[in-house]
């Protein structure tokens, strides 16, 4: 069911929940993303956050009727201490970051989150400057079992670089 090479947001959010039963949800980063309007259909406990309150006007236009999202416009590498939650989203975020920077972060998330769906660009999709930390995939599963965290599958969301780990 999920082995196309990428998958649609409304994919990623049945086989997220299929297999995690998340019940919050805070999406680190998050941007303009649907896949968390999708979330707010469903929960009442989703929260996104970003450094850019931009977002927040795209996100609220695609919210249906009797959706609830938080936002929250703070750059969340400053944060002391994150939101607990079951599942923790950071999507196309980590290539902004050095590893001096990513990696405490990464840290307080693995702590405060059952789950973490995580992706970052893949070395072909790097277009930008801006982009300080491209690793390949071998390279960030070993960054993630080094902070205790377990893969439990490779999700093509946003592209081949998808992931979903569990706390161990």
């Given at each position: 069911m999920y082995?196309?090479?990428?998958?649609?947001e409304k994919e990623t959010f049945l086989m997220l929940d299929d297999l995690t039963g998340f019940k919050s949800v805070v999406s680190y980063g998050c941007g303009v993303s649907s896949l968390e309007v999708l979330f707010a259909e469903k929960f009442k406990d989703v929260t996104c956050i970003d450094r850019d309150d931009v977002n927040?006007?795209?996100?609220?236009?695609?919210?249906?009727?009797n959706s609830w999202l938080k936002f929250e416009c703070v750059d969340f590498m400053e944060l002391e201490s994150l939101k607990s939650c079951d599942l923790a989203i950071f999507t196309e975020v980590a290539q902004l970051y050095p590893d001096d920077i990513l990696i405490p972060f990464l840290q307080k998330l693995c702590r405060s989150s059952k789950y973490i769906f995580f992706s970052s660009h893949p070395e072909s999709l790097s277009v930008s400057e801006e982009e300080v930390n491209i690793k390949k995939p071998e390279a960030w599963l070993q960054v993630f079992?080094?902070?205790g965290m377990n893969l439990i599958t490779r999700i093509s969301y946003p592209h081949e670089n998808g992931f979903l780990f569990e706390r161990l």
């Open positions: 082995t196309k090479n990428r998958i649609s927040w006007y795209f996100i609220k236009a695609c919210l249906k009727p079992k080094s902070l």
